[in-house]
């Protein structure tokens, strides 16, 4: 635990948090973070465009560590720790922050990415999306967290997805951070052209939005510069990178262990942003990591129990309920992949 916790007022949390939600409809309440399309030519700048580009050939930027695979299982499947974390660069910016740090110990059996609810789904036109939980009863996850962004429109996955060594989704080589697991027993992360989504030989793979450290530094202002970045909805990618939101991140350790850190934020209050995020993963010993979709998309599920504070409100304006969103990373009963290995 780091620090020691300081409440501030109403008055103060409302003057240091730049709030903009905007309902879609009753039930649906967005903040803008899940709104970031970074799969879409964007209209702006030469840069902005070039960026977008797909890319077919090449091997682009990308950091791979062998994944810890012991013989015997290592129990508990997910370590699980919570810390008060106070952060801030400056005294009138101090806040604290509560983070959920989750350790998985045999990445190569028990990580998968899953589609909404039920294989299929990511598919544009589904319109389908699920809560956390909902996906999480596919395989009993006893971890379950919120992982790509998406159309909220259409339901369609954004990024490259591959889930249990199937292609679920082919971003046609366009430039954002991702991570997963290759056959041959490594975590990847990092950029991927048309030509390299095929030649790693993926079993899972989810796409996010900044790759926040690369190889122990952080890496979010060369992100920033070399992400496509949609902004017909975010504005800039600079700009999606400095609101103060909850955050969620998937990444490794030095042992080659998955690492996932929530920082959890009850609405109204203030989260971080992706160079706070960074240094927060830089502490908890990630040494690679990409940012996911979050703001009131993050949603962290231990053994199908709910272990963050939902953002939106529910349809009785009493409490607050999950939203739905698109695909998870869960960790569950060990399993081999490729199937029949």
């Known amino acids: 635990m780091s620090g020691k916790f300081e409440s501030l007022s109403q008055e103060e949390l409302s003057s240091r948090h730049g ?3 905007a309902a879609r409809d009753q039930n649906f309440i967005t903040d803008g973070l899940n709104e970031l399309l970074p799969y879409l030519i964007p209209a702006g700048s030469t840069e902005e465009v070039e960026n977008c580009k797909p890319i077919k050939f090449g091997n682009l930027t990308h950091s791979k560590h062998k994944a810890r695979n012991s013989t015997n299982m290592t129990l508990p499947l997910v370590e699980s720790r919570h810390q008060l974390k106070r952060i801030g660069r400056y005294r009138s910016d101090e806040r604290v922050v509560a983070v959920l740090f989750q350790k998985v110990n045999n990445p190569l059996k028990t990580f998968s990415v899953l589609e909404p609810a039920h294989p299929g789904t990511c598919v544009k036109g589904s319109s ?3 809560t956390v939980r909902e996906s999480s009863k596919q395989k009993h996850c006893v971890l379950a967290t919120n992982a790509g962004f998406f159309d909220v429109d259409t339901g369609e996955c954004f990024g490259n997805v591959y889930s249990d060594g199937r292609l679920v989704s082919d971003s046609g080589g366009v430039r954002n ?3 997963g697991i ?3 027993g ?7 052209s048309e030509q390299d989504l095929s030649s790693h030989r993926f079993t899972q793979l989810v796409g996010g939005v900044v790759w926040l450290l690369k190889d122990g530094e ?4 060369e992100s920033i510069k070399t992400e496509c970045s949609n902004t017909s909805k975010t504005k800039t990618l600079k700009e999606f990178s400095s609101i103060q939101k909850s955050r969620i991140a998937v990444g490794h350790d030095k042992d080659g262990r998955i690492l996932v850190a929530h920082v959890d934020v009850a609405r109204g209050n203030i989260g971080v942003d992706l160079h706070e995020l960074a240094s927060i993963l830089l502490d908890l010993g990630f040494v690679n990591a990409i940012n996911l979709d979050s703001g009131g998309s993050t949603t962290t599920v231990i053994n199908g129990t709910l272990a ?3 953002s939106d409100q529910c349809t009785d304006k009493i409490f607050n309920c999950e939203r739905e969103v698109s695909t998870i990373l869960c960790i569950h009963e060990p399993e081999s992949y490729p199937p029949n290995s």
């Open 19 to 21: 709030h903009s939600y």
């Open 128 to 130: 389908q999306r699920a």
């Open 177 to 179: 951070a991702h991570f």
């Open 182 to 184: 290759t056959v041959d």
């Open 186 to 192: 490594y975590i990847f992360t990092g950029y991927l």
């Open 218 to 221: 952080i890496y979010v202002d």
């Open 308 to 310: 963050s504070h939902p």
